[in-house]
């Protein structure tokens, strides 16, 4: 237990961990990416970076930490974990029921706001365990829509 807390603590912290995507000791299944700008936040200006975890725990939860960099100061952005890989535009938003509810209760929505230095931290926790198909986070500008960054977990 304390080794997969701690795994958890660096985490959560925003450290360095590899921990590949296969079950621990415990059952938890650990899945990171790295944010990549797309080419419409490239041509809104945007340079995106940052990372998340995304944690199905063998209790039956999921719980997903998104930290971007390079965000609009004081700017909430809509980020949502996807059905498909970044290289296919991340498709839609995964649902844990398809085709149910289009709220933070079905998907998983780790929103964000950007800091003072345009970094972020968001956070989603949920009571059912991630299908396969939840592979990737995007992130949204506000307004538009339009998909400004992405991240592939793997």
Do not use: K
């Amino acid at each position: 237990m304390p080794r997969f807390r701690s795994a958890v603590a660096a985490l959560a912290l925003g450290a360095t961990l590899t921990v590949p995507a296969a079950a621990d000791a415990r059952g938890a299944t650990v899945t990171r990416g790295e944010f990549h700008t797309t080419a419409a936040g490239a041509a809104l200006g945007y340079d995106i970076g940052g990372h998340a975890t995304m944690v199905r725990t063998a209790a039956g939860t999921t719980i997903v930490m998104s930290h971007p960099t390079g965000l609009t100061p004081g700017v909430t952005y809509g980020s949502h974990v996807h059905n498909a890989p970044c290289e296919t535009g991340g498709g839609g938003h995964y649902q844990h029921v398809v085709g149910g509810a289009v709220d933070d209760v079905n998907e998983l929505w780790p929103i964000v706001s950007g800091n003072p230095a345009g970094n972020a931290t968001g956070r989603a926790t949920h009571a059912h365990t991630a299908r396969p198909e939840a592979q990737s986070i995007v992130i949204h500008q506000p307004g538009t829509g339009a998909r400004i960054a992405c991240l592939d977990f793997s």
